[in-house]
């Protein structure tokens, strides 16, 4: 089952490194000002923790932006999904 929550940014761990196209994150940053994120990003919950994989950018963008918290889509999940997500 997925839901879709606001979460505060420092409670979303981002265990895996991605590299950032800075303007693509500037057009994201001027267009959630505008018109607010339009597309929650994706994590998992695992034994109480959020883990983020994706909407890398859209995370970007909120934290730059300030936001304490972002909308996501939350999919819990047992530690062996998350094992398979950080191989």
Request: charged share 30%; hydrophobic share 35%.
């Amino acid at each position: 089952m997925v839901r879709v929550e606001a979460i505060p940014l420092n409670k979303i761990r981002r265990p895996l490194f991605r590299q950032n196209d800075p303007a693509k994150v500037a057009t994201l940053m001027e267009s959630i000002q505008e018109i607010g994120l339009q597309e929650p990003i994706d994590v998992l919950e695992v034994e109480g923790e959020y883990y983020g994989f994706s909407g890398c950018h859209r995370y970007e963008a909120c934290d730059r932006l300030g936001h304490d918290t972002i909308l996501c889509r939350v999919r819990r999940a047992p530690r062996s999904v998350l094992q398979r997500h950080l191989a």
